[in-house]
């Protein structure tokens, strides 16, 4: 349900979940068994939505993208519960890569040259 190119998906480990990430600055949340859209976050970008990413416990669901920032949601309560703005403030380039650390403890950041470690 998305109007432009889709960049990224991601299944939650235990797969009930599927996020995904697009050109059109949204995130959509999907109950993967029914196939029904939980939710749109159509308001937490403002540039593409270049990749998303479940922790391992499948609590909290990361977003990257083209406007510098990183959300971090509360996949239960489908909000936004942490917001990192400008999180590359030396370069140019957006968000492209998102990743959980096995332990969950780390949330890493990619760009075109710099990957950068959130706690």
């Known amino acids: 349900q998305h109007y432009n190119t889709v960049w990224s998906v991601a299944f939650s ?3 009930r979940y599927l996020a ?3 050109r059109d600055r ?3 949340l999907i109950d ?3 196939k029904k859209v939980l939710k749109c976050f159509n ?3 403002s540039s593409s939505v270049y990749s998303v990413a479940f922790s391992r416990d499948n609590k909290t669901l990361a977003t990257g ?3 510098k920032k990183v959300n971090l949601i509360d996949v239960e309560k489908q909000t936004v519960i942490k917001c990192f703005d400008n999180i590359h403030s030396s370069i140019i380039d ?3 890569s998102v990743a959980f650390s096995p332990d969950g403890k780390y949330l890493a950041t990619g760009t075109w040259e710099k990957v950068n470690l959130i706690d």
Do not use: K, R
Request: cysteine-free.
């Open 20 to 22: 995904t990430g697009s």
């Open 94 to 96: 957006g968000v492209l």
């Open 43 to 45: 308001d937490i970008h």
């Open 32 to 34: 993967f068994e029914s």
């Open 26 to 28: 949204t995130v959509n």
């Open 65 to 67: 993208s083209d406007d």
């Open 13 to 15: 480990s235990d797969g």
